[in-house]
């Protein structure tokens, strides 16, 4: 029995395709093993988003031969699809798969025998108008769902529109099937996912709201979430709903990208500082504790050190919870490399330290806010040091003493302390503790 190891680089979306990959390995009789042991066969799914995709596919690639030398290593996803000739140069690699075929290993390969040259599958994204159901788990609590892929955006720093195509997903039946089949392999949480999953239904007579009304009453599904959704997507009526349902949590998570609305045009973003504002202000008013995560990009071509400072200050006046800060990385075939003036990587660096020190003063405000407070905690299984954690509603992460029996349950805790480890330290009620031991004694 052949071994195989997987290695996603990326994002959840690229997560939950390879571990559908892995699936369809594992129905095949292939033996699943850690990327980090001795393993027949290599799958590396990549990322474009930053300039060092190929020195990590490099050095990705040297790992896995270091364990085997004579293992077939094959690399699929988004840098497979930008770059296919030069992930080929990488002394090892047996086969490149882009967007179209990654899904489609087993197909072109049945006996995964090295290679005397690379064999290279790529086709135009857009011929790959299909959409390839996917989803992957995260520590068998909450599960992520694929539900859209590719972009229709032309944003000037991006590069999924040219490693993923348009924007396409599937019909609402099927993504409700797909979520009644994830409850019934005992997932208590789905977070929707994909490349704009706000553009959900483009082309169609369904859209994104629609879609969270039917997962609002798939039966047996106790908590939904979805990933960033653009603020020119995330409607009020979107808004509204999220405060009124029992199953989606308050937690919103909104790309920004820049404060200022002059680089936001640079950008060619689809929405000015005005419409994020109201946006923010609106959960504010309705789910005060809401949890709002922002993504923001710094260093992009033609941020001057005012520009920077409008968008910091911009940022800083929001009630947000927390940033991902990125810095700009020149990427081939993008708007962003006619724009001038460069900012030079000392300063775009020295910008993301600045608004990631932010990122920490709110995300410290945020948890510790509701130190004292009882709210709901969903645990996961995995045994951090001793702690067994999970997140509240709103996405403050918990740390309690571990005990596997509460593991996938969701249950009333009283926030206390913040460590240093970034966790609130959890305290079950007595007459919690007492209820699950009354139930452990029954199922024995």
Not at 73 to 100: N, R, S, W
Not at 373 to 378: D, S
Not at 406 to 435: C, F, H, M, Q, W
């Amino acid at each position: 029995m052949k071994k195989v190891a997987f290695k996603t680089l990326g994002c959840k979306l690229n997560y939950s395709e390879t571990l559908t990959i892995q699936r369809d390995f594992e129905k095949e009789g292939y033996r699943i093993t850690d990327f980090d042991g001795q393993a027949d066969i290599y799958v590396i799914n990549t990322c474009s988003v930053t300039q060092s995709a190929n020195s990590t596919c490099r050095k990705t690639v040297r790992r896995a031969l270091r364990r085997n030398p004579d293992a077939f290593v094959a690399v699929v996803g988004c840098y497979a699809q930008l770059e296919p000739e030069e992930i080929a140069e990488i002394d090892g690699v047996d086969t490149v798969l882009g967007a179209k075929n990654k899904f489609n290993l087993l197909d072109l390969f049945d006996d995964f025998k090295k290679q005397s040259e690379p064999v290279i599958y790529r086709s135009d994204v857009n011929e790959a108008v299909d959409f390839h159901n996917a989803f992957s788990a995260d520590d068998r609590t909450r599960a992520f769902l694929k539900v859209q892929d590719g972009c229709s955006y032309s944003c000037s720093f991006c590069t999924i529109p040219l490693a993923r195509g348009e924007s396409r997903s599937p019909d609402i039946a099927t993504v409700i099937r797909n979520a009644q089949h994830l409850v019934e392999d005992g997932f208590k949480e789905i977070v929707v996912t994909g490349v704009n999953v706000g553009d959900f239904g483009r082309g169609s007579e369904e859209n994104f709201f629609m879609l969270l009304r039917e997962l609002d009453n798939v039966d047996g599904l106790e908590r939904i979430r979805f990933s960033s959704v653009e603020p020119n997507l995330m409607h009020e009526e979107i808004i509204y709903f999220t405060a009124e349902s029992d199953k989606i949590q308050p937690h919103f998570h909104m790309p920004l990208q820049s404060g200022s609305d002059q680089m936001l045009g640079l950008m060619r973003r689809r929405y000015q500082s005005g419409l994020y504002r109201q946006r923010v202000e609106l959960i504010r008013e309705l789910m005060p504790d809401a949890a709002i995560g922002v993504d923001v990009i710094t260093g992009h071509p033609g941020e001057t050190d005012e520009l920077f400072q409008e968008s910091f200050d911009f940022i800083d006046s929001l009630p947000v919870s927390y940033l991902h800060v990125f810095t700009y990385s020149e990427r081939p075939n993008t708007h962003a490399l006619n724009i001038e003036p460069k900012v030079q990587n000392s300063v775009r660096k020295q910008r993301t330290h600045k608004l990631r020190r932010l990122s920490k003063k709110k995300r410290y405000e945020f948890d510790t806010r509701f130190q004292g407070e009882m709210r709901p905690v969903l645990f996961e299984g995995s045994n951090k040091n001793g702690a067994m954690l999970g997140w509240t509603d709103n996405y403050v992460r918990v740390g309690i003493p571990y005990d596997p029996k509460l593991e996938n349950k969701i249950l009333p805790v009283e926030l206390g302390a913040r460590t240093r480890e970034g966790y609130l330290i959890g305290t079950l009620t007595d007459s919690v503790r007492e209820e699950e031991q009354v139930i452990a004694e029954l199922t024995v």
